[in-house]
């Protein structure tokens, strides 16, 4: 019995520090050449919100997607394809919004590229899957971000966005 209590202990307190790592940068942006120097602590944010759910640390999380907005938009490293054809889950749930854009983000910074828009639609369509997955309880049902949850399953995600984007 006190190997199971120590257990949970743990788990939940790995957890809990988990969510507390991030810490927002004291950042100023104001030219694209300011945004280099931010790309870690831009994974570090994507992360970040990804482990916390949409109903926690609201105040912490408004501040982190202004960080990441601000960053998406000066950026030159990185370029968002978005297209109402594919990004067409976000009325009901607007954060998938911003989790798409993490999502291709995310894969650019980590594959090194500025835009692929096949790639970094497949990763933003993943990411916002897993996030919708991960907080299915405090979100609202979306008919579209479920059809792409069966495209994934069934492996014509890809097919489908190529078809797409052409």
């Not at 945004?35 to 501040?63: F, G, H, R």
Request: hydrophobic share 35%.
């Amino acid at each position: 019995m006190k190997r199971l209590l120590l257990t949970i202990f743990l788990m939940t307190a790995s957890i809990c520090s988990f969510s507390q790592e991030f810490n927002l940068p004291d950042y100023q942006i104001q030219s694209p050449k300011d945004c280099d120097k931010y790309n870690n602590d831009v994974l570090k944010a994507i992360d970040w919100l990804m482990s916390t759910p949409p109903n926690k640390e609201l105040k912490k999380q408004q501040k982190t997607k202004e960080f990441l907005i601000q960053w998406m938009t000066e950026t030159k490293a990185v370029s968002i394809y978005l297209d109402t054809d594919i990004v067409n889950f976000f009325e009901k749930n607007e954060d998938l919004l911003i989790i798409f854009m993490c999502g291709s983000t995310k894969y650019a910074l980590e594959n090194n590229v500025k835009s692929d828009k096949l790639e970094m639609s497949i990763a933003g369509i993943e990411l916002c899957i897993d996030y919708y997955n991960k907080n299915i309880n405090l979100l609202k049902k979306d008919k579209n971000l479920e059809k792409y949850i069966k495209m994934k399953n069934n492996g014509t995600l890809r097919g489908h966005l190529e078809k797409v984007i052409k």
